[in-house]
Nanobody, 124 residues
Framework: QVQLEESGGGLVQTGGSLRLSCAPSGRTVGTLAMGWFRQAPEKEREFIAA????????YYADSVKGRFVISRDSGKNTVRLQMNSLEPEDTGVYYC?????????????????WGKGTLVTVSS
């Protein structure tokens, strides 16, 4: 059993920045690939970014490349998503995801653990 707790969401103006954090707990937290998804009202949940257990590999959705950065602190088992140059289209609930397989995280397989989400609202 893995628990994920997101934090850092809030309200920001277009062009601003936010930093999200995901704190995992459980037996396998030291070897998990992790990632971020977001979901806007009436929209499908979409992949944003992922990082492997060591931090040596990262993946990003095309829509956030160059604006968002995913990183992790292996010692604290915490993953961050630094979001810059935010746009109204970035508004949504952001969910942390985790699985031993980064492929599972990227494709949201049914083995993935999910956090409860944190709301990000970008105003124009």
């Amino acid at each position: 059993q893995v628990q994920l707790e997101e934090s850092g969401g809030g309200l920001v103006q277009t062009g601003g920045s936010l930093r999200l954090s995901c704190a995992p707990s459980g037996r396998t937290v030291g070897t998990l690939a992790m990632g971020w998804f977001r979901q806007a009202p009436e929209k499908e949940r979409e992949f944003i970014a992922a990082i492997n257990w060591s931090g040596s590999l990262t993946y990003y959705a095309d829509s956030v490349k160059g604006r968002f950065v995913i990183s992790r602190d292996s010692g604290k088992n915490t993953v961050r998503l630094q979001m810059n140059s935010l746009e109204p289209e970035d508004t949504g609930v952001y969910y942390c995801a985790a699985d031993p397989s980064i492929g599972a995280v990227r494709t949201a397989r049914d083995t993935v653990y999910w956090g409860k989400g944190t709301l990000v609202t970008v105003s124009s």
